[in-house]
């Protein structure tokens, strides 16, 4: 029978109220009621896969305070971006796990920062433990959606993913079905690496409202499919047979005449979209409210078009807010 409603995934954990991928972020939204949460990797030095929104770390962490790591500060092109600042991949997790987690908005999240210094990084094997642990305590199943980050820019520097997660779910117990398991990447490259090597999953291509794949990118140069063409009913025909579903910019599904939604499920492709927040700085500009930008605007409204869409998993940043909005 289809769900009435989506899964609602704790993006990053709560990050509406604890720094994002840490323990607590993740713990507290599982306890919220999630049914899913939702962990970034990359790569250090050494191949431990770590669980961050990006591989450059000084926006969440204490890296930049920290004397000893201060020749570890460069510039480097990700994803054709240039990027200056603390790179994952230039230390080995020994090195890594002595620096503490800080709140990545805290002129939104006050109350977030105040967990500041409190909480080291994770491993992804920690995240897989923490739910498997939680799907216990809870007495029902609880998954993780798992997202690939930054898969050919490590595959260019000697450190390809795919081998490195199936490792990491092998050894935890999560690449055969055991626990519900979503992997999801804005590069389809690496979702076809990880399904060959025969991971059980259900594999979500992420898109952005603009632009296009870095992975396609880096082959055929502005020849390549964009995003937005990706969602219109050639490019979902593409998709049919190499992956189970989409997972879009919340803005692709806003849209005033959008059929993303019914156009996917008439493929039979599910429909994921990111990230509902209810602070006045992420809401279109017809929610938003009074109290400036870290106040909640009319994040309802908002939700409620989204939902009427038929999505079938949304990721939230207040996890009970989710819960109760989108399961109300």
């Not at 779910?169 to 519900?180: H, N, Q, T």
């Amino acid at each position: 029978m289809p769900r009435k409603s989506p899964l609602v995934i704790g993006h990053r954990g709560a990050p509406g109220y604890r720094p994002e991928h840490t323990r607590s972020s993740y713990e507290l939204a599982l306890a919220m009621g999630v049914d899913a949460v939702e962990p970034d990797v990359v790569a250090t030095k050494d191949g431990v896969l770590v669980v961050r929104h990006e591989n450059e770390i000084s926006g969440t962490t204490d890296v930049a305070t920290r004397s000893e790591f201060a020749d570890r500060k460069t510039t480097k092109r990700v994803d054709g971006q240039a990027l200056t600042g603390w790179f994952t991949e230039d230390f080995t997790w020994e090195e890594l796990s002595t620096l503490r987690s800080r709140e990545r908005l805290p002129e939104v999240r006050l109350s977030s920062a105040s967990f500041d210094g409190g909480q080291g990084i994770l491993r992804l094997i920690d995240v897989l433990d923490i739910v498997r642990e939680a799907s216990a305590e809870h007495g029902r199943e609880l998954g993780v959606v798992l997202e690939v980050k930054h898969a050919t820019y490590f595959e260019s520097i000697g450190l390809p993913l795919a081998p490195l997660i199936e490792r990491d779910l092998r050894a935890s117990g999560w690449a055969a079905g055991e626990l519900p398991l979503v992997i999801e990447s804005f590069e389809s490259t690496v979702l076809g690496q990880l399904r060959e090597r025969g991971i059980s999953a259900s594999y979500i291509y992420l898109i952005e409202a603009g632009g296009r794949p870095y992975d396609q990118f880096a082959v055929h140069g502005t020849r390549a499919r964009t995003y937005k063409a990706t969602v219109e009913p050639k490019g979902l025909d593409d998709l049919v047979g190499s992956v189970d579903g989409i997972s879009v910019d919340k803005k692709m599904l806003l849209a005033r005449g959008n059929t993303i939604v019914a156009d996917a499920h008439a493929r039979g492709l599910k429909v994921f979209t990111w990230t509902c927040r209810p602070e006045n700085r992420f809401l279109a500009k017809e929610f938003r409210g009074e109290g400036g930008k870290e106040a909640y605007g009319d994040y309802e409204a908002e939700w409620g078009v989204i939902a009427r869409t038929g999505v079938d998993g949304v990721f939230v940043d207040h996890p009970d807010l989710g819960v109760a909005f989108f399961r109300g």
